[in-house]
């Protein structure tokens, strides 16, 4: 019921910023039932490590190594969810994927994720 879509991958410098953006699409019923939006990334060999939550109200959350560096936000009449980098490492280099969590009982919760997008950090 809800696809979604990432851009904005790139190659950046060490030091350089790129903006991330997740564009969810569905039915109106369905995409207002989407709660949270989270932002992923998987680095070869790696296993997918969460990096950023936004949540309904607009609470956000960050791993201890993007705070102070990206920040997620959320354009809720545009269904369109970012990720503003900053500051880039080498380290940050990954396949950057969005997921959003709709609640659906009586399982729990439903998950979607979009394809990713490529995010390269030359140092």
């Known amino acids: 019921q809800v696809q979604l879509v990432e851009s904005g991958g790139g190659l950046a410098q060490a030091g350089g910023s790129l903006r991330l953006s997740c564009a969810a699409s569905?039915?109106?019923?369905?995409?207002?039932?989407?709660?949270?939006f989270r932002w992923y990334r998987q680095a070869p060999g790696n296993q997918r490590e969460w990096v950023a939550t936004?949540?309904?109200?607009?609470?956000?959350d960050y791993v201890d190594s993007v705070k102070g560096r990206f920040t997620i936000s959320r354009d809720n009449a545009k269904n369109t969810v970012f990720l503003q980098m900053n500051s880039l490492k080498p380290e940050d280099t990954a396949v950057y994927y969005c997921?959003?969590?709709?609640?659906?009982?009586?399982?729990?919760?439903?998950?979607?994720w979009g394809q990713g997008t490529q995010v390269t950090v030359a140092s």
């Open positions: 997921n959003a969590e709709q609640p659906n009982p009586p399982f729990g919760r439903r998950d979607y």
């Open positions: 569905g039915s109106t019923f369905a995409l207002i039932g989407i709660v949270n």
């Open positions: 936004i949540t309904n109200g607009g609470n956000t």
